[in-house]
């Protein structure tokens, strides 16, 4: 069994920073999408080629639905550990979805690790909204909660949250956040030239929307030019491998292809089949209760218990259950945005690309000029897991 004790125990050294430096030819291919297609982006080297420079901090933007699935949670708990130890600096965590509790519950978890102060923000105009995708209606803020009977896709455990944690966030509703464009654009012209990592691990509707932002008075850049001055690298979770549909790149398909064909810097993908099998959250759910943790009810008020699981193992593990608890999509895209792929994955080079208008994907292998990096396994993913839960499972150090 999984407990705070054996997370600690398999703690992970922490890995060299993650620099990337680099550069290879452009091919251009004509595209009818709104935004003109990107060059190639810079070949991305390991982190170890240029760790001796040493002293890189990543800085990182987190974007995340926060609207079902609750792998978020245990991303952010990640993210906010791994910057609790220095190995990151987080500079606004926003959300994919709009008109729902997914602000405020990103407002909790970053009041639970002391960082209240980050700016947050929501999608306006476009994008999933609601309580799950295909939604099309609002959540009411002011509804009562109820009681949880299932059809709304798994957005009750959010607007639990803020029931349990009030006056730990701002915004019951994220469609009164800030835009998500704004919020972008100030962060990333404030930062150095080539220094900020975004991590997304839901839809692609801000980073869609940040693309087609225009000149305004925070930068003379529009919004390509602002990332491709700014963003050093983009992690995503998104897309299945080989081919197929995968939640986050599917729901907003429109907004997927044209990131996926016009997104100006390097990227790196951990898709669907890589996180689905890397479990996580048991060892925090069954960790003694210390005070108020919003992250260890989020695991323990979700995942099934051992005794249900012992049960129909096939049925749970078909629904993305294992022992150590739910797949760990989410967290495995900030492993690699912090620390880097080298520690943990090996990488294949092509391109995920969406084909046809049902939200499908598919990925292209092409080792000389693919613009973006899919992560495979090295590292053992049970491994991998410990590590997860070894973050997930640390004690805020900014309370």
């Known amino acids: 069994m999984n407990t705070v004790s054996e997370c600690m125990k398999h703690r992970m050294a922490l890995a060299s920073s993650l620099l990337l430096s680099l550069a290879f030819a452009y091919s251009s291919h004509a595209t009818a999408q709104p935004v003109p297609r990107s060059p190639l982006p810079p070949r991305i080297e390991p982190p170890s080629a240029l760790a001796s420079l040493g ?29 609790d130890a220095g190995e990151c600096e987080i500079l606004a965590t926003v959300s994919s979805t709009r008109g729902n509790a997914s602000v405020g519950a990103i407002e909790v978890i970053n009041h639970y690790y002391g960082r209240s102060d980050l700016p947050v923000g929501a999608p306006k105009g476009m994008g999933v909204m609601g309580a799950h995708p295909g939604a099309k209606t609002k959540v009411d803020p002011a509804a009562p909660l109820g009681e949880k009977k299932g059809g709304d896709g798994g957005h009750y455990k959010y607007r639990k949250m803020l029931a349990d944690y009030p006056g730990w966030y701002r915004y019951a509703d994220a469609d009164a956040a800030p835009d998500a464009n704004e919020v972008y654009r100030r962060v990333l012209a404030a930062q150095p030239d080539g220094s900020v990592t975004i991590c997304s691990v839901g839809f692609l509707t801000n980073l869609r929307r940040l693309l087609e932002t225009k000149p305004d008075d925070i930068s003379p850049l529009d919004g390509k030019e602002l990332v491709a001055k700014k963003v050093k690298l983009w992690v995503a979770m998104a897309c299945k491998y080989p081919k197929g549909k995968e939640y986050n790149s599917k729901w907003d398909a429109a907004s997927s292809r044209i990131v996926l064909e016009n997104w100006p810097t390097p990227a790196v993908f951990s898709a669907f089949d890589y996180g689905r099998n890397i479990f996580s959250g048991r060892a925090m759910a069954e960790s003694a209760a210390e005070g108020r943790n919003p992250v260890r009810d989020i695991f323990a008020e979700n995942l099934p218990t051992k005794e249900q699981m012992e049960k129909d193992p096939a049925k749970w593990h078909a629904n993305c259950y294992g022992p150590g608890g739910r797949s760990s ?55 991998v897991g410990r590590g997860i839960d070894e973050l997930i499972c640390r004690k805020p150090q900014k309370q």
């Open 55 to 83: 002293g890189y901090v990543p800085r990182v933007i987190f974007d995340t639905d926060m609207i079902t699935d609750f792998d978020d949670v245990g991303a952010l708990a990640c993210l906010h550990a791994l910057a």
């Open 329 to 383: 999509w989410d967290e495995t895209a900030v492993l690699i945005a912090v620390r880097g792929w080298e520690k943990y994955c090996n990488v294949e080079r092509g391109c995920f690309r969406m084909v046809g208008n049902a939200g499908a994907d598919e990925w292209v292998p092409d080792a000389e000029n693919g613009r973006h990096l899919r992560i495979i396994e090295k590292v053992s993913k049970a491994d």
